[in-house]
């Protein structure tokens, strides 16, 4: 952004909280309505908090149909190149609406109508787009199952979104492998309870599946089906169900609305991320995840940019240059990955070299979030491509950045390891166990007093009681991020890690919890923890510690190999899992809780002081040796 825009994000922050139905109702005249909203936010039943009461909209809509009556007709909408298949195509707004549109007809020839939900267990292809898309021109809502997910994680989404239709592709590519998704498909039907009715399967030509009865071929039914009109939706209809890790239990669908959702994304667009309608946008993540939901589609196509697809790695496909050739070829003026991906070109190519092969001129800004930004590898980012680096922080509960430097409102000094400042509409607060605000510099827990902005969490699905309940009752009337962090006296917010059993791998959000369950459900298995340790490329990795039942007269290796596996085959390939050591016992606090915190401080080379509640130093002691010995497996 150019000129003096001194003051403005002070300006719209302070509006933003002191005016949130000024704020956001002048934001939501950048979106279409059928019905236009004349109130903001609904505070009548907190925590629930419900935006744009009486508006009506079609999400689709917003993001297809009007930039092609407003003349984007012939503007690329969506580039898809990807590396591994050997493919790239181009959609412009009206092919992809046109696609859209006869695939939400052949959604509606299978019975789905609005409200009615769609799980999508896809790679990172358009029809995953398109069929994202298609939903939310019905009304009908879609949840995106990752890919990295194995079948048990698909069959548990299955049974909670309980949908009508599941759209699938007969494989994902990996660098190194293709997936086979049919097979996980069918064990994920086998083990869930709920029927859907149809599945509709994208063949690729890398791995073609073996259709039954039950499935549709993508491309037989589109090519039959008839487009489809927008179908209007109240703004707090739901768009979208995303399943992320929680604390405990079972991971968390989190609901977003359609109208909250399309003003956040398409303000959050311009004003954080300083793109504009008819620029290019990439970000290199999942659609999967919710980076992918909301600024692969969602944002950009609201806001009639051209969105890059990229399915591949930063690395080896062909080569560490990847991602700067992705950039130079389709002219993107911003980047968005995970630090992650930056650590690992950094390991590949840690001078750049591959760089000078790419003209990257048309780069405004690099954005990284899904994970801590390490100063070093901010450092190295902006060496290399002399631009701006933007750390922000969010979740997938809020769907768009709380913390970031708002780039297109007014660009800020940065300070490694500080996501900067809180976004407009978002009050950040750290807090001390007994709820009380702690001094600049102390840590705390950060949370987000309510009501939240526009965009974010509407509510767990079918689950609302769980929702409330998550609002501890030690911080009343807040939001509780999970993470630990501190600001500093200038407002900057340093976000340090988790505070609970979530870790972060890869810049994916996986928990402990559910790595347990997979051990401790093992025949020779007595107890068992899984912790995350610091790890040079994926930030966090989870590593177990299992204890085995008395007269279990096995190999440890042996057994360590066959939970490594069972995690795998269960939870999927990106938990990552890759070390388990047995051990002879766990340390533990007197009244029996696993010292989970003091094993992985000790993991981390953190200097530890034992509890005084510890059960028996000795154990502790005897583990060390394992716990700081960084053999891979
Ligand atoms: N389908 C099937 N398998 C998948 C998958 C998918 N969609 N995504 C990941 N996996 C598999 C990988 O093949 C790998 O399997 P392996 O154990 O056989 O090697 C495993 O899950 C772990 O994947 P990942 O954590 O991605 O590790 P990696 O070594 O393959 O790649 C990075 C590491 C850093 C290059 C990669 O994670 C990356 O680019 N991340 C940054 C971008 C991003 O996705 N961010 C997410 C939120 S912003
Ligand atoms: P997800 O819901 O998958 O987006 O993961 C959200 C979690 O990732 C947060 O609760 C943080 O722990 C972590 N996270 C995301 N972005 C950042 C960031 N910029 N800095 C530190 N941690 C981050």
Known sequence: MSGDTGGAYEAAYRRSLDDPDGFWLAAAADIDWVTAPTRALDAANPPMYRWFPDGELNTCHNALDRHVANGRGEQAALVYDSPVSGSRRTYTY?????????????????????????????????????????????????????????????AVRIDDARPKVIVAASCGIEPTRTVAYKPLLEAALAEATHRPEHRVIVQRPQLVAELTDH??????????????????????????????????????????????????????????????????????????????HSYIVYAPLLTGCTTVLYEGKPV????????????????????????????????????????????????????????????ETYRWAGEMLGVPIVDNYWQTETGWPIVADPMGLEPHPTKPGSATLPVPGYDVRILDAQGREVPPGVDGSVVLKLPMPPGTQAGLWGDDERYVASFPTAFPGYYLSGDGG?????????????????VNVAGHRLSTGSMEEVLAAHPDVAECAVIGVADELKGQVPRGLVVLKAGVDREPGDVAAELVRRVRETIGPVAALRRVDVVAALPKTRSGKILRRTMRDIADGKPTELPSTIEDPAVIESLRRTLTDDQPE
Not at 333 to 342: D, K, Q, Y
């Open 486 to 502: 501190h600001k500093d006296e200038d407002g900057y917010v340093y976000v340090m890690g988790r505070t609970d059993d979530v």
């Open 215 to 292: 499935d549709l071929d993508w491309d037989t039914a589109l090519t039959a089906a008839a487009p489809t009109e927008c179908v209007t939706v109240a703004a707090g209809a739901p768009l979208y169900i995303l399943y992320t890790s929680g604390t405990t239990g079972p991971p968390k669908g989190i609901v977003r609305d359609n109208g909250g959702h399309a003003v956040a994304l398409r303000w959050s667009m311009e004003n954080v991320f300083d793109v504009h309608p008819g620029e290019v946008s990439w970000t290199a993540s999942d659609v999967g995840w919710v980076v992918g």
């Open 316 to 375: 080896g496909t062909p080569d560490a240059g990847a991602f700067w050739r992705v950039v130079a070829e389709h002219r993107a003026t911003m980047l968005f990955t995970a630090p992650t991906a930056f650590r690992a070109i950094k390991k590949a190519d840690p001078d750049g070299k591959l760089l000078a092969a790419h003209d990257l001129s048309s780069l405004r800004t690099l954005f990284l979030a899904g994970e801590r930004l390490d100063p």
């Open 94 to 154: 009206r092919e992809l609406l046109d696609s859209t549109a006869r695939f939400a007809g052949v959604l509606r020839g299978l019975g789905v109508g609005k409200g009615d939900r769609v799980v999508l267990y896809m790679p990172m292809i358009p029809e995953a787009v398109i069929a994202m898309l298609g939903c939310a021109r019905l009304g009908a809502v879609h949840s995106v199952v990752f890919g990295g997910f194995a079948a048990h994680e698909l």
